[in-house]
């Protein structure tokens, strides 16, 4: 779908007039998973699939929001004054959320606005469509009324909207991602400082292949709040004997020595993990730094591994698609990405194999689970940013 859809879409829904397109990418996470919110690293980056926000300023103080996603909802209408949760309102209350959480932060947002959505993301499929939709509602809020809002303040009222607004207990990885992207490069993110660093990623002879294991994954009501929950209980047993404030900050040699306080054999696995996983990202790092690519698809490997055994978010679809891309040639690495429980793995599996892999996964999916999965080739793109029209969606 081109811009110039999109615009003609808006005029077929709210009339002619609108001349602004938002964009805010997806992203992915191609290393450190479930440890944002256990003060460890992660190191995503935004993809070229994402949301776009087709915009215009109205006279008065209504706001009215049309996805094409999710067009049985037809307009949602609501007033300046009254931005409060509504269930009824759907998809909608990520937007108004942001609309709401920004005017709090001082910024003048005077009057309404028509808006017209559209997402080439894959909904449910966990590659974080709604902070998506967050930021670019932010980077259009602050277009069309001409705020000057620090990026990372913006990112961080993406959060709140999901914290506080919708009720999901994330991290900031997504957000981050999303507001922070560049083309070409990873995001190294220290989730307790915010402290961050671009990591060039050399894919000139490689893919990342994102496959979608179409089974939804629903944030709120699955099981990620317990296992935050297990992992804040794990952090309590070891402030006993150790000075930290979270399970970022152990290496594995530490934790190994203390672990024996957590009497919860469940919580024990779910810290293993946190520290693990953390470690694994920042050699990640210094990997992707050397141009080791092989090297850094052993630490997406491990990772998978401990996400299936020791964390027990990956489930049987996303096994099934990790471990059928393991046995392909050309394969660097493969590892779900996002909170689990359904959604998405990614595999970095070299050009001249791409074809061959994509339908020999395929297969052997469908083959183990009853039906199909969908394959996506991904690029590496930029934050999120008001568009030149002529861009192509």
Known sequence: MHVGQLLRSFNDIFGSGANRVFFAPGRINLIGEHTD????????????????????RREDRLVRLYSLNFEHTGVMEFNLDRLEYDIDHD???????????????????????DVLFYGNIPNGAGLSSSASIELATGV???????????????????????????????????????????KGAGILLDTNTLRYEYAPIDLEDH??????????????GSK?????????????????VTDIGSLGELT????????????????????????YENRRTLQALQYLKNDQLQKFGELMNASHISLRDDYEVTGKELDALVEAAWEQPGVVGARMTGA??????????????????????????????????????????????????????
Not at 37 to 54: D, K, L, Q, R
Not at 207 to 217: A, G, Y
Not at 224 to 240: D, F, G, K
Not at 341 to 361: H, T
């Open 224 to 240: 990620y709040n317990e296992r935050r929950t297990e992992c804040e209980s794990a952090l309590q047993s070891l402030q006993s």
């Open 140 to 182: 259009m809020l602050q277009g069309l009324f001409n705020l000057s809002i620090d990026r990372i303040d913006l990112v961080k009222t993406g959060q709140k909207v999901e914290n506080e607004f919708i009720g999901v207990n994330s991290g900031i990885m997504d957000q981050f991602a999303i507001g922070m992207g560049r």
């Open 252 to 275: 594995e040699e530490e934790f190994e020595l203390h672990k024996h306080v957590i009497q919860d054999s469940t919580e024990r696995k779910r810290a293993k993990h946190a520290v």
């Open 207 to 220: 893919s990342i292949i994102i496959m979608n294991s179409n089974k939804r994954r629903e944030l709120a």
């Open 340 to 393: 689990g429980f359904g959604g998405c793995a990614i595999a970095i599996v070299e050009r001249d194999c791409v074809e061959g892999f994509i339908d020999a996964v395929a297969g052997k999916y469908e083959e183990a689970v009853g039906y199909e999965a969908t394959f996506y080739v991904a690029d590496i793109g930029n934050g999120a940013t008001e568009l030149d029209k002529e861009v192509i969606v």
């Open 91 to 113: 998809w909608a209350n990520y937007p108004k959320g942001m609309i709401r959480y920004v005017k709090e932060a001082g910024h003048s947002v005077e009057s309404g606005m």
């Open 37 to 56: 919110y256990n003060g460890g690293h992660v190191f995503p980056c935004a993809i070229t699939f994402g949301t776009y926000a087709v915009a215009r």
